[in-house]
Structures are given as structure tokens and as C-alpha cells.
């Protein structure tokens, strides 16, 4: 079984910003690509953006598309993927979920394999 471990949610205020991280433990991460969805309460997970596992594959949600940036670092001591997060309004206010799979597909799509337990991202207005 594969742990992803996200941090970096909380409390902003509307316009500003958040980096949220998720580490992959162990040599595999480079295998993955990497991706963030978010579900809002009262609503289905939505996709937010993915990364392939070299980086070079890149995809966002409308709804994110110039506010957000997907990363990743592949370097073995830190196996982190992130999502800076600006611009920030209320509809934003989500758990925020990150998503590992060996396709990048899979990711975009939700079909992936392996998901973290969520961090809270809540903008106030």
C-alpha cells in the first residue's frame, strides 16, 4: 500500500494564499504521477490539477487555471509534490485531496489507485 501524506491546509483569507504538499515515502514517487482533487461540502470530488511523473504533462481545472501551479520534486530525500494556491475566494473552501497513480490519466480522471487522507483549505470572506 502506498501513503500519501498532505499538509499544508488552514484558514486564509479571500485573495490570499496556501502551498499545500504530498509526500510519497520511498524511491517509487518518480514512478507516479501526482494529482489534487478537492470536495467541498454538500458536493462531489472535482478535479484540480495533475502532474506526470516527469513533470512535463501538466493539466488543471477551469476553475483553477491561473491561480493554482502544480510542482513536484523528485529528488529521493523529499518525494513531494506540491499545489500553490493563489487568489484564493470562498469557493475554494475545501478538503483538499492528493492523488497518486502510475497513469496520468488515471489521475485526471479519478480512477487512480492510492489517495490521502484530505487537508482542510476554508478562505473566509
Known amino acids: 500500500q502506498v501513503q500519501l501524506v498532505e499538509s499544508g491546509g488552514g484558514l486564509v483569507q479571500a485573495g490570499g494564499s496556501l502551498r499545500l504538499s504530498c509526500t510519497v515515502p520511498g524511491r517509487i514517487f518518480s514512478n507516479f504521477a501526482m494529482g489534487w482533487f478537492r470536495q467541498a461540502p454538500g458536493k462531489e470530488r472535482e478535479f484540480v490539477a495533475a502532474i506526470g511523473w516527469n513533470g512535463r504533462s501538466i493539466k488543471y481545472s477551469d476553475s483553477v487555471k491561473g491561480r493554482f501551479t502544480i510542482s513536484r520534486d523528485n529528488d529521493n530525500a523529499k518525494n513531494t509534490a506540491h499545489l500553490q494556491m493563489s487568489s484564493l475566494n470562498t469557493e475554494d473552501t475545501a478538503v483538499y485531496y492528493c492523488?497518486?497513480?502510475?497513469?496520468?490519466?488515471?489521475?485526471?480522471?479519478?480512477?487512480?489507485?492510492?489517495w490521502g487522507r484530505g487537508t482542510q483549505v476554508t478562505v473566509s470572506s
Open positions: 492523488a497518486a497513480d502510475v497513469y496520468f490519466n488515471e489521475v485526471v480522471s479519478g480512477g487512480n489507485a492510492y
